[in-house]
């Protein structure tokens, strides 16, 4: 089945810098989605990508699908964006999400 | 507009006893699953009802079973709980229509003793 792998697994920050996450897939797809669990366990819907860019306010995403890859892009990093970041995959050209392990960031102020 | 709800939102159970999470969402979605985290992983997948009537296993099915009631409603039982069933459940639905987004409810975090 599709294998789904993020870079980097943790991630520190100083409040205020950009970062860059990195969502692999190893099929073609036709969904992708990114989601933050914030530190109180909610996930929360931050793009659904599945190819192009989008943006929503300091966060933005890019999908090349052709090259089976997503980007998440934070600007001016707040204490508020900690926690763990999940890109996921439609499993066997389904609708059945299929989840990375997660980049977990902290924001120290 | 409440989304995907579940409850319990906590839930502690001793070795063998049994008990049924329960999701309901209004978003008119024919697509529901159920998935469970474990400290530190992503996302597993339990069980999943592609509609109404009709529901099929995911990645970790064993020690658990489902019953899609209505459109609406897609509940989780474990008839005879044990510790590695320990793990935050969530609850997810989504459109039929590809491509689709899934929304997530608020999770329940079950502990097995």
């Known amino acids: 089945g599709i294998q789904v792998e993020q870079s980097p697994p943790d991630l520190i920050l100083q409040e205020g810098a950009n970062s860059t996450l990195r969502c692999n897939f190893s099929?073609?797809?036709?969904?992708l989605q990114w989601f933050h669990q914030n530190p109180w366990g909610q996930l929360i819907n931050l793009f659904y990508?599945?190819?192009g860019t989008k943006q929503n306010g300091r966060l933005s995403a890019t999908t090349v699908a052709t090259e089976r890859y997503s980007l998440l892009y934070i600007s001016s990093s707040q204490t508020t964006d900690s926690g763990v970041y999940f890109c996921?995959?439609?499993?066997?050209?389904?609708?059945?999400?299929?989840f990375g392990s997660g980049t977990r960031l902290l924001v120290r102020p | 507009n409440a989304g995907v709800t579940q409850t319990p939102k906590f839930q502690v159970l001793k070795t063998g006893q049994s008990m049924t999470l329960q999701c309901a969402q209004d978003?008119?979605?024919?697509?529901m699953y159920w998935y469970r985290q474990d400290p530190g992983m992503g996302l597993r997948l339990i069980y999943y009802?592609?509609?109404?009537?009709?529901?099929d296993k995911g990645e970790v099915p064993n020690g658990y079973n489902v019953s899609r009631l209505n459109k609406r409603e897609f509940s989780l039982r474990l008839e005879s709980a044990a510790p590695s069933q320990t793990s935050v459940y969530f609850c997810?639905?989504?459109?039929?229509?590809?491509?689709?987004?899934?929304?997530f409810g608020q999770g329940t975090r079950l502990t097995v003793v």
């Open positions: 990508i599945p190819s």
């Open positions: 978003m008119n979605h024919n697509s």
């Open positions: 009802s592609a509609s109404e009537g009709t529901t």
């Open positions: 997810a639905s989504s459109g039929t229509a590809v491509p689709t987004e899934a929304f």
């Open positions: 099929d073609s797809v036709n969904n």
């Open positions: 996921a995959v439609p499993m066997d050209s389904s609708y059945k999400l299929i």
